[in-house]
């Protein structure tokens, strides 16, 4: 079985929402269905085959190809399976996840996991302001830049980043550690063709927050030298 | 069936039926791993007084463990679920929590999981955090040395209790170095431990007891210092005997573990002062799992 891939038909003069578009959505579709199916819950809304080209059989991993900052909503609220963005993405990307894998290989816009509760997000880019933002658990890495206000309200999870980000007040260092299960995260990465496969150090800095919530998230500040 | 000169009685080990689980123990090197399954497997040579038997498994290489860190793996067995829930729980909590650099994971796959850290979390006091990764659920609670990481739940399968030989030598230095020498052997069987003290038992047990309250005693037809006043097993030539117990995840890890051990005190030959190999039963009527030495030892015979 082969990945189910959206081509993006063009840049689009409005973002599209892609939020219908999850394995837990369209799993057991044909691509004629899905084709079909509305982008949106709305009276006016596009079908799917006006914005994508649709191949592919293997609902469980779905491509994005051809991407722009435009396609909002990427993996909203999906349980399991894996999704890769072979560009960059909108807003929202991952928000509400409850399970499975995103990777993408571009940017991110705004709002990276948004009130994300299980899985991973993985961008080999750059991501906006707000990113894991309400966060209630689960797993981002940016190895690019990140925007700012990062973490804001996040109540657990983790946030793995390689730059210092300019940080809310109510984010709280807790120095640098060497942390043993970054061992097996680093390890669960290797499934993934992403810059992530080169972490190997598992000494990093150490940021807890966002305390005007639970405080129970953290912000890990990799260290991208090979040497453990 | 006589093997390089020593006997092997026709008879059987009477085994049972019990709960078993494995896990993987890893530290910042051997010394602190070992440390740690140590407490863990200590005090648990029988379940008649220590809830469960356990015991090391084996030594496993930094490249063999979840963590990428040297580590050990250690069996434990109880008669029962629950025991060994309880069990675990408390000895992961006093002897694996509190060891450092210490952490734990599952070391067998099984639709019957058990709680390995699941409640221990609760020591990090709000503070602990969760993490699924490859669908497996680990904690990581915030201690005084760093963090403490374990996977949520162990497997939980059915094994076997109680496989055991007997040997009988003409000394007791020669009984005890039999015994070390099969020990050494069967260390290389996977999926079985020998729980007593060195993987050796010197007080076997018969049923029962003059005394009410007791439900065992010893195995006086074995005792060489009653060789007079009992029905003995034991011919004049025989000074000392010691046994060998083995729990295992299968009848034949068990089996394995038996021959191997058996056929290496046989090849000590009649030089080791070894006369006889026999093995502890209750009849037959106890244990539904019957070990025929013969059967064991039939492609060995000479």
Known sequence: MTALTFTSKSNSAHNVDCRRLTPNNLANLTVAQIENLSLLNTKNSPKIADCFDVSGTDANHIIFKKTHHQLDYIGHKMTSGQITIEGDCGDFLGANMRGGNIICHGNANDRVGDQMRRGLILIAGDAGDYCGSRMIAGTIGIYGNIGSNIGFAMKRGTILLTKVPSLLATIQDCGTHTLPFLTLLFKSFSAFNTPFNALKNLRVQRYAGDLACNGNGEILICNTNVSA | ?302
């Open chain 2, 1 to 302: 069936m006589i093997i390089n000169s020593i006997k092997i009685d026709d008879t059987f080990a009477e085994a049972f039926n019990m709960r078993g689980t494995r896990v993987l123990i890893t530290a910042q090197n051997h010394k602190w791993a070992y440390h740690a399954a140590n407490a863990m497997t200590g005090f648990a040579t029988s379940v008649i007084g220590c809830g469960v038997e356990a015991g090391i498994e084996r030594e496993l290489s930094a490249d063999e463990t979840p963590d990428g860190r040297p580590g050990i793996s250690i069996l434990m067995f109880a008669m029962g679920s629950k025991v060994l829930m309880q069990q675990l729980e408390t000895r992961m909590g006093q002897c694996i929590l509190t060891c450092p650099t210490a952490a734990a994971f599952a070391g067998i796959e099984s639709d019957d999981q058990i709680s390995l850290g699941k409640n221990l979390r609760y020591f990090g006091d709000g503070y602990q955090t969760s993490k699924l990764i490859n669908g497996k659920r680990y904690w990581r609670i915030p201690v005084m040395d760093g963090e403490f990481l374990t996977e949520e739940t162990t497997g939980m399968v059915r094994a076997i209790g109680g496989g055991n030989f007997l040997i009988l030598a003409t000394s007791q230095p020669a009984a005890l170095h039999a015994a070390e020498t099969a020990i050494e052997a069967m260390k290389q069987v996977p999926n079985v431990i020998m729980p007593f003290p060195g993987g050796v038992v010197r007080s076997g047990s018969k049923v029962g007891s003059k005394y009410p309250k007791m439900f065992a005693s010893t195995n006086d037809a074995f005792c060489p210092t009653l060789k007079g006043l009992v029905n003995s097993e034991l011919s004049d030539n025989i000074e000392s005997v010691m046994e060998i117990v083995i729990d295992g995840l299968t009848f034949d890890d068990i089996a394995t573990s038996m021959r191997v051990g058996i056929q290496a005190i046989c090849d000590l030959g009649e030089s080791s002062g070894v006369k006889r190999i026999s093995a502890g039963n209750y009849g037959g009527k106890l244990g539904p799992h019957h070990f025929k030495l013969h059967e064991i030892m039939g492609s060995a015979s000479s």
